[in-house]
């Protein structure tokens, strides 16, 4: 076997050398409790600030305004339970979300649904934008809430999130944005968007794993998800995961460094996959976004006719190059992706999509060794086809 080519970087990335670096170091050293007050806590303290300040620079927002969390899928979950809660407590009230978030939102409508919820899902456009006009319609002064993700994890689709956060609190609602797959590859600004919370991930921007943030505005409603401990200031119980919130922090500084000329380089890298394949590929769609402005710039979803794309993944894979087809969650089951049935996809040309995801270690070569690899396996796949 000669060389792997890792294309998967939605699903998760490798960690930055700098980040391994930093943790390596740290690991053998600091392993105090961060909530204890002596030096060994102290220290382990220090590490978790340093960290908040990175991110809430990142993220343009007050460092009180952070939360550490298991991951985005805590952190989404989190802001959906505050949402019950006051609806709750005003004994009325409803949630307006979409079609093609991601699963730790998804998931957690149908069961806000199952306890009484009134959630509305606003629908997305072929290209995977949010239909504005259909949001609107769906919006009134018994909004709660409202959660819309910056960027899709399949189709790589970003949102306006500053206009809908204005939609949003015309009408007196708190804004959320899940924006794990945004962060490092756009510029985000809590401020300017005036965003009331929002969720991300250290492992999707090079940092560990298991580890993630919730924003939260100054003086915005908040009740704990995990109940226990006063860490976080009572917002989120549980023993300090220092190394990792380190680690993350060291991702967060990082990313900020090279936001302009990363996102360059894996557009320029995601332009040339797709060029190759619409020039090599008979009878492909490439699903979502089309230009820079509206694209995550490492993201690309090709949909190949008469062929499942869970062949084409795994002859790849022989092949040495990693892909994912449908959510990654999907797979493993014979459901054709939500987000891009939300589009109104076939469900044929649903089953036999892919998606490519660049990060920070691919290059050029890589894509020109795709370019190599997949026309013939295509090829092949159509041929045996029964479809
Ligand atoms: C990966 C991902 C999540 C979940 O993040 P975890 O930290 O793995 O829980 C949530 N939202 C989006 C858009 C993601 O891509």
């Given amino acids: 076997m000669g060389r792997l080519i890792y294309l998967d970087n939605n699903a998760t990335t490798q960690m930055a050398p700098e980040v391994l670096n930093a943790i390596t170091e740290a690991q053998s050293v600091v392993y105090g409790n961060a909530s204890s007050m002596h030096t060994f806590g102290r220290e382990a303290q220090r590490l978790v600030e340093q960290a908040r300040d990175n991110i809430a620079s990142l993220l343009d927002c007050d460092s009180s305004e952070i939360t550490f969390t298991s991951g985005a899928s805590e952190a989404n979950n989190t802001v959906f339970m505050i949402a019950k809660s006051l609806i709750e407590k005003r004994g009325s009230g409803r949630i307006v979300t979409t079609t093609i978030e991601h699963p730790s939102i998804m998931e957690t409508v149908k069961y806000l649904r199952k306890c009484g919820i009134h959630v509305d ?38 949102q306006p999130i500053e206009t809908i956060s204005q939609i949003a609190h015309k009408y007196g609602a708190f804004m959320h944005t899940d924006a794990t797959q945004a962060i490092g590859k756009l510029e985000l600004s809590c401020r300017k968007w005036n ?25 915005i409603p908040y009740e704990p998800f995990v109940h226990g401990g006063e860490q976080e200031h009572g917002r989120r119980a549980g023993t300090y995961n220092t190394i990792a919130i380190y680690g993350m922090g060291v991702a967060a500084k990082l990313a900020k460094e090279n936001i302009d000329e990363e996102s360059r380089r894996l557009w320029a890298m995601r332009e040339k996959l797709r060029e190759g394949i619409v020039a090599k590929v008979p009878n492909i769609v490439v699903n979502g976004c089309s230009d820079r402005q509206h694209c995550l710039p490492g993201t690309l979803d090709v949909s190949f006719e008469n062929v499942e794309g869970e ?23 014979l459901e054709p992706s939500y987000v891009l049935m939300a589009g109104g996809l076939d469900v044929e040309l649903a089953h036999g999509s892919i998606r490519f995801s660049f990060g920070r270690f691919n290059t050029m070569e890589d894509v020109d060794y795709v370019l190599e690899v997949l026309p013939p396996i295509i090829s092949r796949l159509r041929a045996i086809s029964t479809r």
Avoid: R, W
Wanted: hydrophobic fraction near 40%; aromatic fraction near 6%.
């Fill in 311 to 333: 062949s084409i993944l795994l002859m790849l894979d022989m092949a040495g190059i990693a892909v994912s087809t449908g959510s990654a969650c999907a797979t493993g089951s």
């Fill in 195 to 219: 965003l009331d919370y929002l969720s991300c991930s250290g492992h999707k921007f090079y940092g560990p794993k298991g580890v993630g943030v919730l924003y939260a505005k100054k003086g």
């Fill in 121 to 158: 899902q606003a629908p997305v456009a072929a290209d995977g934008s949010v239909k504005l006009d259909e949001f609107e319609k769906l919006m009134g002064p018994d909004v709660v809430l409202v959660s819309v993700m910056t960027g899709n994890n399949e189709t790589g689709t970003i």
